[in-house]
């Protein structure tokens, strides 16, 4: 059985769907924090079968909700205190999303302006569809579970 050590201060990402979990490394940009990131693969789940966990030594306030819960707002965000669970916060998809996703547009002025930040707006959240703030080109989250 793998043994990976608990956290003092931090926070635990559960749930997460598994191969999803350098994703989340990379967009939440774990990397360019100075904490001890522990990430578990394809661990055994008797509610999803298999999953990925993100153990992360660092305060939750570093943790970008918006992107979280634009990725999986299914995941399970438990916030650690003193090596003990103090509350598990609940991620809802974000009402706008920056620089997260592209406009696809080649008209849009995302694709001339460089610059300029990607802004998404959620339009219609029972269907995950979200548009640019710009020219209104449509992004369908796809559901992974």
Do not use: W
């Amino acid at each position: 059985m793998l043994n990976i050590s608990g956290i003092h201060e931090g926070f635990v990402l559960d749930h997460i769907q598994a191969g999803m979990s350098m994703r989340i490394y990379h967009d939440l940009k774990l990397d360019q924090l100075d904490c001890t990131v522990a990430i578990i693969k394809n661990a055994r789940s008797s509610k999803m079968g298999k999953k990925d966990i993100i153990k992360v030594e660092c305060p939750v306030e570093s943790l970008d909700l918006d992107i979280l819960g634009f990725i999986d707002h299914n995941i399970t965000v438990n916030v650690i205190k003193d090596d003990k669970i103090v509350s598990k916060m609940e991620l809802h998809l974000p009402k706008q999303v920056k620089n997260v996703i592209s406009c696809k547009n080649p008209r849009c002025i995302t694709s001339i302006e460089q610059e300029l930040d990607q802004i998404f707006l959620l339009t219609d959240e029972k269907r995950e569809i979200y548009r640019c703030k710009y020219c209104e080109e449509k992004y369908r989250r796809h559901a992974k579970r």
